[in-house]
């Protein structure tokens, strides 16, 4: 039986952490995987090549992010995405 009014673990905490954080990292390459295959159909269907606006650069970002866990802000300093935990 579980005690609720017991703190988890540093080591269960940060393990559920890894856990989640790769989850997320999957989840973004997908994403990115999703949206190249995506913009490419829709090349192919216009026959004619066109400039997606915000799209490509969202796979590029998420790309990056999946790879990295970090992002760079505008003055270049890292910050750690933020997971919701």
Do not use: F, W
């Not at 905490?13 to 295959?37: N, T």
Request: no cysteine; proline share 4%.
């Amino acid at each position: 039986m579980i005690d609720v009014n017991t703190k988890p673990n540093k080591g269960v905490i940060l393990k559920k952490s890894v856990e989640y954080i790769r989850q997320l990292q999957q989840m973004i390459q997908s994403q990115a995987l999703r949206i190249r295959e995506l913009e490419s159909a829709g090349m192919s269907s216009n026959m004619q090549p066109h400039q997606p606006q915000s799209s490509s650069g969202l796979a590029a970002m998420l790309a990056g992010a999946a790879g990295l866990g970090t992002q760079r802000n505008q003055g270049g300093d890292v910050n750690m995405m933020n997971s919701g935990l």
